[in-house]
C-alpha cells in the first residue's frame, strides 16, 4: 500500500512539471557581418520535443502524455528538409518520422566545431537513441540507418551549439 502511496505521488509531481512546460515555436539567431547582420530561421526544427496539437482545444503539448499526431509519413510525403542554428538549446525536427524501415541523412555542419545528431526513436514513455552521428566542422555527413520498422516513429535531435542545414528520406 505504501509503495502504491508514493507511486502515484511521484506522478501528480511528474503531471505537474510537465504542464508548467513552455512552449516556443522557433529560435533564432543574428549573426554579425561587419555593418551589416543576418537573421537565420530554424527551418522544420524547433527546440521542443515533437509536439501534437489537440485541434478540439487548440493547445499544444510539447510533452504530452500521449502518442504526438504530427506525423511526416516519409512513404506518403517524401523527403524532409530542415536547418536550424542555436547556441543553447537542443534542436528537434517538428514531426514524427514514420512509414518506412531505413532513412537516409544528409547534414551539413556550417560550424568551425564538431556537433552531436541523435536519430531518437518515440516511445510511450522513455525514447530511445537509435544513432548518433558527430559531425565534422565544416562537413557534410551522408548517412542510412537501417533495420527500422515503418510502423514506429522517429525524429532528430541536433545538440547545441549548432548551425546546420540538411534533408532525411
Known amino acids: 500500500m505504501r509503495k502504491l502511496s508514493v507511486s502515484v505521488i511521484l506522478i501528480a509531481i511528474f503531471a505537474v512539471l510537465v504542464s ?18 543576418e537573421v ?22 510539447p510533452l504530452g502524455l500521449g502518442v504526438p499526431r504530427n506525423e511526416w509519413d516519409m512513404s506518403i510525403r517524401g523527403q524532409y528538409d530542415f536547418q536550424g542554428t542555436a547556441q543553447r538549446s537542443t534542436l528537434y525536427t517538428d514531426y514524427l518520422l514514420t512509414g518506412q524501415s531505413s ?13 552531436r545528431v541523435d536519430l531518437m526513436q518515440k516511445n510511450v514513455i522513455w525514447d530511445t537513441t537509435v544513432r548518433t552521428w558527430n559531425v ?18 522517429y525524429y532528430l535531435k541536433f545538440h547545441a551549439p549548432s548551425n546546420f542545414s540538411g534533408r532525411i528520406r
Open 20 to 37: 508548467f512546460t513552455a512552449v516556443s515555436a522557433q529560435e533564432s539567431s543574428e549573426v554579425k557581418h561587419d555593418d551589416e547582420s
Open 40 to 61: 537565420l530561421e530554424n527551418v522544420g526544427v524547433s527546440p521542443e520535443l515533437p509536439a501534437y496539437v489537440d485541434e478540439g482545444e487548440g493547445e499544444i503539448s
Open 103 to 115: 532513412y537516409s541523412v544528409r547534414i551539413n555542419n556550417s560550424r568551425s566545431d564538431t556537433f
Open 136 to 153: 565534422s566542422p565544416g562537413a557534410s555527413l551522408f548517412a542510412s540507418q537501417t533495420g527500422l520498422s515503418s510502423s514506429n516513429s
